[in-house]
């Protein structure tokens, strides 16, 4: 039998971290890599409703709790006894952006 151990440090200790869900696909520009790389700025207007700016677009969200909140994990040196992961933060929201982006416009040209 394998047993998987799972320890924190306390509920007190633990991070909070945000999901964020997107429709579609986030491909990096140039077919470099997405882990690591910037993926764009995350903002809030004064209603507490999330702005994500990815390039030259604009992702207009919204909060939502989920029901069952997510762990996340990091495991540690296995030993005798079996493999030993710790908690380092708990995801009890995501942001949810089911729109399509909508291109940014600064500067439009007067037509002569």
């Known amino acids: ?3 998987v151990i799972v320890s924190s440090a306390g509920a007190g200790c633990l991070q909070r971290w945000v999901l964020l869900e997107l429709q579609g696909d986030v491909e990096p520009r140039g077919g470099g890599e997405l882990p690591g790389s910037l993926l764009g700025d995350l903002h809030y207007t004064r209603e507490g409703i999330p702005v ?3 390039g030259h677009h604009i992702l207009y969200g919204k909060v939502v709790q ?3 909140p997510f762990a996340v994990l990091m495991k540690q040196a ?4 079996g493999t030993r992961y710790a908690v380092t933060a708990l995801i009890k929201t995501k942001l949810l952006f089911k729109t399509r982006p909508k291109p940014i416009i600064t500067n ?3 037509k002569v």
């Open 66 to 68: 989920l029901e069952k």
């Open 78 to 81: 296995a030993d005798p006894a």
């Open 108 to 110: 439009v040209p007067k």
């Open 52 to 54: 994500l700016i990815v």
């Open 1 to 3: 039998m394998v047993q």
